[in-house]
Nanobody, 112 residues
Framework: QVQLVESGGGSVQAGGSLRLSCAAS????????MAWHRQAPGKQRELVAL???????NYVDSVKGRFTISRDNAKKMVYLQMNNLKPEDTGVYYCWRSPASWGQGTQVTVSS
């Protein structure tokens, strides 16, 4: 059974940093694509960053240059380093593992 557990969310002021972590269990982690999505209040969930099984990365335009997704296959972990946070980054951040597994989410709140 595949499980994902996020941690590292919190409240910061604009310009601050947070590092989200996602611990995976079950399955063969190294062959899965991994991603972070977020959902702001009243908005649809959106893809923020993705890292393929081969280590290629993609980001939504609004976070390019500020966020970095990485993975540690040996530890079955995926991370999202978020720098220069903005109030519009506020939302619940969800870890995703291909093909269709989700974590429970972690709240990120950025105040101006």
């Amino acid at each position: 059974q595949v499980q994902l557990v996020e941690s590292g969310g919190g409240s910061v002021q604009a310009g601050g940093s947070l590092r989200l972590s996602c611990a995976a269990s079950g399955g063969i982690f190294s062959i899965n694509h991994m991603a972070w999505h977020r959902q702001a209040p009243g908005k649809q969930r959106e893809l923020v960053a993705l890292i393929t099984s081969g280590g290629n990365t993609n980001y939504v335009d609004s976070v390019k240059g500020r966020f970095t997704i990485s993975r540690d296959n040996a530890k079955k972990m995926v991370y999202l380093q978020m720098n220069n946070l903005k109030p519009e980054d506020t939302g619940v951040y969800y870890c995703w593992r291909s093909p269709a597994s989700w974590g429970q989410g972690t709240q990120v709140t950025v105040s101006s």
